[in-house]
């Protein structure tokens, strides 16, 4: 049974640039939340889906947006880069928006220049 | 406003001995509190994780101590190896609200054990 899966791993991209982060769930999971992790930091919630919208949004601007596939996988993207977005960002899934047991993926590092 | 406090930040132990870290919130809306363990360029992985209606919970070398009247818990490792040697995290959630599902981290503890 395969474990979140995250793609990029690594990611460089240049200020003002746009990116866009993947995840796969968990096998049976149906909610996908999204995290940034500032170096040395702990994990920071930026948002979470749940049949396919959006439920619930951390403290982040409108430059981070997110969407939900029916086959419950997520998209992250940002928009006009800025330095401080530097971090690695990671996909939790669960088995509903409760969040009880959610498991993380490895992260996509992402460094902006 | 740092929602879940985790204290110390960093922890120096010999093999075979019991690092214990604490975290302290006030939300009263937490009803869920999982610790992580995270090694350097991998995301965190769940190691255990305990409600509030018991007092402890134990998961091999693993023991979550809960205390709901000082909103405190922390978690100890018995006979810690130099393979426990990571990044923990301490996080609280909701069971209710608009934010139900969040996890709220802390700050992090950098253990090491000493062979």
Same mark, same amino acid.
């Given at each position: 049974d395969a474990?979140?899966?995250q793609?990029?791993t690594?990611?460089?991209k240049?200020?003002?640039q746009q990116?866009?982060?993947?995840?796969?769930?968990?096998?049976g999971h149906d909610?996908?939340?999204?995290?940034?992790q500032a170096l040395g930091?702990?994990?920071q919630f930026?948002?979470q889906y749940?049949e396919?919208?959006e439920?619930?949004?951390?403290?982040f601007?409108?430059?981070?947006?997110?969407?939900?596939?029916?086959?419950?996988?997520s998209?992250?993207?940002?928009?006009?880069?800025?330095l401080?977005?530097?971090?690695?960002?990671?996909c939790?899934?669960?088995?509903?928006?409760?969040g009880y047991?959610q498991y993380?993926?490895?992260?996509t590092?992402?460094?902006?220049? | 406003q %740092?929602q879940?406090?985790?204290s &110390?930040?960093? +922890? =120096?132990?010999?093999k075979?001995g019991?690092?214990?870290?604490?975290?302290?919130y006030?939300n009263?809306a937490?009803d869920?509190f999982?610790?992580?363990? %995270?090694f350097?360029?991998?995301? &965190?992985?769940? +190691? =255990?994780?305990?409600?509030?209606d018991v007092?402890?919970?134990?998961?091999g070398r693993f023991?979550?101590?809960?205390n709901k009247s000082?909103?405190?818990f922390?978690?100890?490792?018995?006979?810690s190896q130099?393979?426990?040697?990571a990044?923990?995290?301490?996080?609280a959630?909701p069971g209710?609200?608009?934010?139900?599902?969040?996890l709220?981290f802390?700050r992090g503890?950098?253990l090491?054990?000493?062979p």
């Amino acid at each position: 049974d395969a474990g979140v899966t995250q793609s990029p791993t690594h990611l460089i991209k240049t200020r003002g640039q746009q990116v866009t982060l993947r995840c796969s769930p968990k096998s049976g999971h149906d909610t996908v939340s999204w995290y940034q992790q500032a170096l040395g930091q702990g994990p920071q919630f930026i948002f979470q889906y749940y049949e396919e919208e959006e439920r619930q949004r951390g403290n982040f601007p409108d430059r981070f947006s997110g969407h939900q596939f029916p086959n419950y996988s997520s998209e992250l993207n940002v928009n006009a880069l800025l330095l401080g977005d530097s971090a690695l960002y990671l996909c939790a899934s669960s088995v509903d928006r409760a969040g009880y047991e959610q498991y993380f993926g490895p992260g996509t590092r992402l460094t902006v220049t | 406003q %740092q929602q879940v406090k985790q204290s &110390p930040q960093s +922890l =120096i132990v010999q093999k075979g001995g019991i690092p214990i870290i604490n975290c302290a919130y006030e939300n009263t809306a937490f009803d869920y509190f999982p610790w992580y363990q %995270q090694f350097p360029g991998k995301g &965190p992985a769940l +190691l =255990i994780a305990i409600r509030p209606d018991v007092s402890e919970k134990k998961e091999g070398r693993f023991t979550i101590s809960f205390n709901k009247s000082a909103k405190q818990f922390s978690l100890h490792i018995m006979d810690s190896q130099p393979g426990d040697s990571a990044t923990y995290f301490c996080a609280a959630s909701p069971g209710r609200g608009s934010t139900l599902g969040r996890l709220y981290f802390g700050r992090g503890t950098q253990l090491t054990v000493w062979p």
